[in-house]
């Protein structure tokens, strides 16, 4: 390698003269037009180089490479963009497939096979594409999605296979440089993580596909993985794409290069579990609920005041002063059911044995300072957020807390928590999660959860005239998925699919026995049965309503009857209200077991949301958030920034401590994973931030960093749909976990009847069963 330098560089920068002894460029492939001009290539030169610097392995960090031109035959054109004709995107044009690159990345794998006299077979998506077409006899040319840009019958080639020469529109961009030298493309659109990969110095480009993947090898080990701005693979879009391979698809998501994921592996599990212990009316990590400091006495219903105040000393002392919360972190003693009327004697003081709960801050507004307002408060303190009707009421709207309508604003929305599985056949699939948070509340598996009414209308209060009462029907959640409807396996496409919706499934239960009877007479008359006697349902056993609700006591509500013959029912998340408490916590908090006591208000709650969320698009009606403080946009919780706002998110360091995990690494990630030693002399200076986030990880000895709970392992970011390079070569499609936005299917909302039935394949009852079954 030679550093000489070329009189229209900057002074410092290396030069690397290429080998132009071998190119298959193609000028044919050349745009020409008014519109198309030839642009400074020397950005593309600057990217090229680094990224061959570090393959090669002689990258220093901060030295700034450039090569001395690109292979011949190959050349950077711009044009205008179409929705915005002042901006001007490039592409690099050249490939004997006369189809461009999008960017220096996608070539880079091309230029390699150029460098190595073409000895090594070329990876690259246009390269793969044109071995097809010539094994499939299909003319090589423009095809389908080229763009436009030679007219026809220009650049056309000769019957003898030699390219007719066309002179490049525009003026050469760099001083000196000889008309018509060209440039050339070579990577798959979508590869995008590739750059991310080289910008860390790793030659194995794990974030785009395994280091051990021969380059050219056909079919379903050559797809590309299209990755988030860090480098990290998009899972689902790499199983969208196996699944058009391969028809069907069935296996579970693991995230391997993923520091999110292989952090949250051991806590969230744990968390889970957790939840099969804890009583359905102790709130949960990531919900908002009513929250007020410690008082003296207990609260109750005011008749003469209409509303709920604080009782003491035969005496009442006025509403508390409520305000919504996050709850950042749980009690480590145990909550009992007497500590929702008076604080039960605790071992540990409030900072231990309370709830620590954040105000709730604007989620329209960039001031999340409500955020640093926060208190461990016991359980008598907090109420269930869906239920502010009832505990609000009688307080003017002017004296409410500004917390309550922030809210509020948040109401219609949802995000899945843990996918663990991808399911389905060409050209649908189906991503099966732990749970889902749900405007306020956060749904588990095997949770029990109260549906609406069908018909029910929140601004009269009324019902469907057929039904002469408020009957509320219960879900115990067996599966919670979320459905793909035409899927998209095109690698640069930000989107899973065309269509998306979550259902959940379970089986249905109801304490009216007139519903159940009523029920059951219309599936025999749909069914064409005709008896003499009436059908009676029958009601559940001790045992079985034990079997079935993993909450203590729920045969206290009366008598359960399955409905649907117990097969499974498919719901929207729109006809779910929220969790079923045990009917003794029902008496405390609401002095009656009606399940009937926030349904007016959580849909009175959701149509406030989508009037004032602006992040949900007009025509739509659900926000729908990456991960829950997405949904709630937050930037920090607990005191720690949250997701990509963090400081100590070093994603150089935390992938190189992947490969110190995995035995893959190599000595520059020994260097990059900056683990502290254990021995010698002790240092006066801390190298790094890592001693920081060791405090704060699970994996202090591998180097992984504190990252939040509720975080997925990528998050999408709606990008401007162009495919041009921007100055800073980020040319990475954040489509993780599952696409943000508001895009949902009509319907979905649970109407009894035979339509909405499917069998059961094995019973399951218990939460603990259910995860065990799908692990």
Known sequence: MANSKMEDEDPGVIVIPIDSTYSDGDRAGWPTGDRFDMPDDSYYRRKIARLWAQRLGFYKPGQEY??????????????????????????????????????????????????????????????????????????????????????????????????????????????????????????????????????????????????????????????????????????????????????????????????????????????????????????????????????????????????????????????????????????????????????????????????????????????????????????????????????????????????????????????LLEKYRFQGTWPNAAIYCRGIFLGAEFLAVGDAVRLKPSGYDADTDTVDPATTAVTLNVMVIHKIRLELRECDADPRSKQLAETYRVRIQGKVYTNDRECAVALLQQQQQQQQRRTQDSPQPQPLTSDEIASTFHYVGMGGYGEWYPLHAGALVNISQDMILGRCYEPDAMQLLFRSPALHYDLHGVLRGRAYSRATDERIRAGKRWFWGDFRTQTLALDTLNGEDVGHYSDVRDVKMWRANLRVIDGTAKAADFRDAKIPGDVGRPSTKTASNFAKVGKLSKLVSTGLGAVDSSAPASSAEDGDGGTSESEQEDYTLRIDQLRGGTEETEGGDYVPGPGTTEEEPQPQNKRARTMEKSM
């Open 66 to 415: 450039i090569l001395d031109s690109l292979p011949d035959g190959f050349a950077i054109f711009d044009r205008p963009r179409g929705t915005d004709p002042d901006i001007r995107d490039r592409f690099l044009y050249g490939h004997p497939l006369q189809q461009y690159f999008y960017s220096t990345v996608q070539f880079f794998p091309h230029f390699c096979h150029l460098m190595s006299q073409g000895k090594e077979p070329c990876s690259c998506h246009l390269c793969e594409k044109l071995a097809k077409r010539k094994k499939d006899g299909i003319p090589i040319g423009r095809g389908v999605g080229r763009p436009r840009g030679r007219p026809p019958g220009s650049g056309t080639r000769t019957s003898s296979g030699t390219s007719t020469p066309i002179k490049p529109v525009g003026t050469p961009g760099r001083r000196g440089r000889p008309p018509g030298s060209g440039r050339k493309p070579g990577r798959p659109p979508g590869s995008t993580a590739a750059a991310a990969a080289a910008a860390d110095n790793t030659t194995s480009a794990v974030a785009v596909r395994s280091s051990r993947r021969m380059p050219g090898r056909p079919s379903e080990s050559s797809m590309q993985y299209i990755a988030d701005s860090e480098g990290t693979p998009d899972v689902f879009k790499a199983a969208v794409i196996k699944l058009r391979a391969k028809g069907q698809l069935d296996e579970k998501i693991t995230e391997p290069d993923s520091m999110d994921w292989r952090a949250e592996r051991m806590p969230l599990r744990e968390y889970l579990e957790k939840l099969n212990m804890l009583p359905s009316f102790v709130p949960r990590t990531g919900e908002l609920v009513l929250w007020t400091t410690e008082y003296e006495g207990k609260l109750a219903w005011n008749p003469e005041a209409g509303q709920v105040q604080i009782y003491r000393h035969k005496q009442w002392h006025g509403a508390p002063d409520w305000r919504a919360g996050v709850v950042g972190q749980l009690p480590e003693e145990d909550v009992v059911l007497q500590d929702i009327v008076v604080t039960t004697p605790k071992k540990w003081g409030p900072n231990y044995s309370g709830f620590r709960v954040e105000t709730f801050p604007d989620p329209n507004s960039e001031d999340k300072s409500y955020s640093l307002q926060h208190k461990y408060v016991p359980m008598k303190c907090i109420r269930p957020f869906g239920a502010y009707e009832h505990f609000l009421q009688g307080v003017p709207r002017e004296q409410l807390h500004p917390s309550i309508e922030n809210a509020l604003t948040v109401m219609a929305s949802f995000s």
